[in-house]
């Protein structure tokens, strides 16, 4: 499932995305986004204003899982089971929706064979949303701090998503909202009226274009004039 997507950058949003239209000078975030790295998010919750943060990505950040227990994932939630993970359930009951920007988002397909790293993104090249849910922690300095995971759902009969992953494996896809209902997500009052917006963004919006990762750097030769000891 997805687990590295494109950010837009703090340049993007500037002037442009209501409650992201003016950032502080300090925000920032790294270009791609992988487990445990900083995004920005747009997150609700009843009785709060709306509000963009900054965030970690995966609900359960790697510092908080105490050293006892074996390591785990927590960057998509299956909205099949959202109130029965721990993980997820109480700020799913909670309604602390949130919507995730992006460019574009990276999946494997195996359609020449062996895995190739693609972009996922809007046809148009526009920026689009992901459902999401969000909590706070506590950390070591006292400080409060923001998680985030991505929802995701049943994708074996999407035109495109279908396309993604390894041969046999269950198809899976991201929430992803149209702009005209990234509002009505945050607003949501009520579990069930939040479940109805988990449901497939339609294929022919949508396009996917081969991206593989950059080549590593080789180390430099050792320099020819240099005394080794």
Known sequence: MCVNYRPPTPEQFNGRIGAFSILPRDWHWP???????????????????LDACVASYGMVPRRHIPPEVKPFDTMNARAESLLERRSFAFAFRRLQLCAVPMLWFYEPCYESGRAERTAIGMADESMFWVAGLWREWQEADGEMSTAFTQITINADDH????R????????????????EEV????????????????RHYPAEAMKA?????APKRAAPPPSPNLELF
Do not use: N
């Open 164 to 179: 993604m992953h390894r041969p046999g494996d269950e198809k899976r896809s991201l929430v992803l909202l149209a702009q």
């Open 209 to 213: 274009w081969p991206a593989p990762l």
């Open 31 to 49: 270009e791609e986004t992988w487990k445990d790295y900083a995004a920005p998010i747009l997150r609700a919750a009843p009785g709060l204003p």
């Open 183 to 198: 509002g009505d997500w945050l607003a949501c009052r009520d579990t069930d009226v939040a479940r109805s917006f988990l």
């Open 159 to 162: 035109p495109l998503m279908r």
